[in-house]
T-cell receptor, first 116, second 110 residues
């Protein structure tokens, strides 16, 4: 166990549904991340939060809405997704985030999302 | 294009053999990290090498870093079937979050 948990582990949703992914870290870290991993594509960084403030948004469509209520919890709210959004969504945490030097990221097991 | 790019994209070896994976990057870095991912799971940190280090060992892992060539290699010695996974390098430039490469898929045949 890495100290980062994600729920649910698997999710099937229709294009009109609204769902949320949850991530929790028990490591006392201050930075949290959302990644998207599609088949045969590199890992795509979606959002970065540092001390609850969003510090990176890599041109992610607005149908993905992140929320970071505190340094231990991170959510990804999903609405009106497309089939091409089907992927493994990974959450990670680190002591600090980019620009402050030398973070090692700890990943959760991921949520496998299928959009029908 | 990716800051870190691994080579080869896929590698298949027999148990007991050594596996070598390479990573090239474009900009100056503070450190370079290697991660492992079992199929459909999260990534697990393996080893970090700082920009002022040339070589680092951890168990059966050996990492080298050549900042003049902007490249790193990961060597897994005496491979086991359980080493079958994807391996990613990630670069820390100190200016933004880690940038991951596209990975090398390693298959170790028993």
């Amino acid at each position: 166990e890495t100290g980062v948990t994600q729920t649910p582990r698997h999710l099937v949703m229709g294009m009109t549904n609204k769902k949320s992914l949850k991530c929790e870290q028990h490591l006392g870290h201050n930075a949290m991340y959302w990644y998207k991993q599609s088949a045969k594509k590199p890992l795509e960084l979606m959002f970065v939060y540092n001390f609850k403030e969003q510090t990176e948004n890599n041109s992610v469509p607005s149908r993905f809405s992140p929320e970071c209520p505190n340094s231990s919890h991170l959510f990804l709210h999903l609405h009106t997704l497309q089939p091409e959004d089907s992927a493994l969504y990974l959450c990670a945490s680190s002591r600090l985030a980019g620009g402050r030097g030398g973070e090692t990221q700890y990943f959760g097991p991921g949520t496998r999302l299928l959009v029908l | 294009s990716q800051q870190g790019e691994e080579d080869p994209q896929a590698l298949s070896i027999q148990e007991g053999e050594n596996a070598t994976m390479n990573c090239s990057y474009k900009t100056s870095i503070n450190n370079l990290q290697w991660y492992r991912q079992n199929s459909g799971r999260g990534l697990v940190h393996l080893i970090l090498i700082r920009s002022n280090e040339r070589e680092k060992h951890s168990g059966r892992l050996r990492v080298t870093l050549d900042t003049s060539k902007k490249s790193s290699s990961l060597l897994i010695t005496a491979s086991r079937a359980a080493d079958t996974a994807s391996y990613f390098c990630a670069t820390d430039t100190g200016r933004r979050a880690l940038t991951f490469g596209s990975g090398t898929r390693l298959q170790v045949q028993p």
